[in-house]
């Protein structure tokens, strides 16, 4: 009797199998958009976050780095980030491009790069 009751409770005890759905097809993990939140931003913010992103990895990396290594700050930087048009972009007034504060929060991010990079 009992080996009536092992034998038909094996195939339960037995290792579990993983069963997928058929067509199931898993994209590659992007660590840099873990969410795919970018599909969700206009043209107008990728390109603002993109430009952000060249300028600080062109202009800004070699400069931070070597104020990083001498420990003064530059303010330059400042100067030429406002002739970009990066200083105040939110702002509608002033001849300011007033982007959203989604576009600011992805320039700030591309800004963000070369600093963690240290």
Known sequence: MLYKCVARARPLLAAPQ?????GTSFD???FEDPFKLNQLLT??????AEAAKQFSQEKLMPRVREAYNKEHFD??????????????CTIKDYDLPGVSSTAYGKFRIGFAHPHVAL
């Open 75 to 88: 303010l330059e930087i400042m100067r030429e980030m406002g002739a970009a048009g990066f200083l105040g």
């Open 18 to 22: 993983r069963m997928f759905a058929t």
């Open 28 to 30: 590659k993990f992007d």
């Open 43 to 48: 043209d107008e913010e990728r390109d603002i």
